[in-house]
């Protein structure tokens, strides 16, 4: 039986472009998907029904897994629970009281120890004789809402990652639910988390479904939803960090945003459309203009707000101390 697999080279199509001094230096290719509010398909480009594994662009539905087992997030919690986080202190500290409510601690957390993505933060610790720990590691967030509800089920703390545990059985559910399709393959993420492999169309069609949702649905997930991408886009230093690529786009544009590793983006903006992609090298410097490119090519995002976003991400090339070109979209479509 063949072994499953993303797209390949034929399937992609070209996304972006590094320019240096004038002179195409590299492209990023991959495949993209733009869904209405209404879910329809309004672009689509390379392969889109090709299997990936989403990364952590898997967490919003892993939240509301926790959320629908019983588990109450609102706030900076529920930010947490779906954020790739820079481990700053403020990060930790939110994760720590969110352990701390159901008298666990960092001990209790699956993820390996990690040191954090804030670079000021990092040299702190290093400066103070710290070291890695599990609350610093991006996904701790995550890792804390699957130990809540398992403390709300009486399920097993100890092997709630394992893919046969009753969390991740749920976790399995609300995906294949909110994505309208089976789960393809299952895969163990960085985190060591269950990751599980679905169509870039399917994702693209859950996290539609959580950018549209209301809280005040007849519906308890839809509910929750809406509850989480609302505390998402009220702290969205949470969901990421001081300067970083998912907590600007959400300050700059009010869309909502998750990156994944594998240079894998969803995005949804305020009016419902949304738009997921994957690029083919697992390259992600370019998925987050790409990703704003598309949305306001749909006319869902201001031409301000798309620019002041770029303004602020990393998108310059740089020669001799100075800024020779840019990261860009220059996206061909086949």
């Not at 960092?106 to 040299?123: I, M, Q, S």
């Not at 300067?243 to 983006?265: H, L, N, Q, Y």
């Amino acid at each position: 039986m063949p072994v499953p697999e993303t797209f390949g080279i034929a399937d992609a199509v070209q996304l972006a472009v590094a320019e240096r001094s004038g002179f195409i230096e590299s492209r990023h290719a991959g495949i993209a998907i733009v869904l209405g509010p209404d879910g329809t398909v309004t672009r689509s480009l390379g392969k889109t029904d090709a299997l990936i594994f989403p990364r952590s662009s898997l967490k919003p539905f892993q939240s509301l897994a926790a959320q629908t087992a019983g588990v109450t997030l609102t706030g900076e919690w529920a930010a947490l629970s779906t954020a790739s986080h820079a481990g700053t202190d403020r990060h930790a500290a939110v994760v720590r009281e969110m352990l701390a409510s159901v008298e666990l601690t960092e001990d209790d957390l699956g993820c390996p120890e990690a040191w954090p993505g804030d670079t000021a933060t990092r040299n702190e610790l290093l400066l103070s004789g710290g070291g890695a720990s599990r609350l610093r590691m991006n996904c701790s967030g995550k890792h804390a809402a699957m130990l809540m509800a398992c403390m709300s089920n009486g399920w097993d703390t100890a092997g709630y990652l394992a893919p046969t545990h009753p969390l991740q059985l749920h976790t399995r559910e609300v995906v294949e639910r909110l994505t309208g399709e089976r789960i393809a393959a299952v895969g163990v993420d960085g985190c060591g988390a269950p990751v599980f492999a679905m169509t870039l169309a399917g994702l693209a069609r859950g996290i539609q479904r959580i950018g549209t949702a209301s809280e005040r649905s007849p519906f308890a997930l839809h509910r929750l939803a809406g509850g989480l991408v609302k505390a998402v886009r009220e702290h969205p230093w949470a969901i990421d960090g001081p300067g970083r690529p998912d907590s600007v786009v959400i300050e700059r544009t009010g869309a909502f945003a998750k990156g994944g590793a594998e240079a894998v983006m969803v995005m949804a903006a305020p009016d419902g459309t949304t738009v997921a992609l994957k690029m083919l090298d697992g390259g992600a410097r370019a998925c987050s203009i790409v990703a704003l490119h598309l949305l306001h090519e749909a006319g869902a995002l201001e031409t301000e707000s798309v620019r002041a976003a770029a303004a602020s991400l990393s998108l310059a090339v740089h020669g001799g101390g100075e800024v020779v070109g840019a990261i860009r979209p220059a996206i061909v479509a086949t």
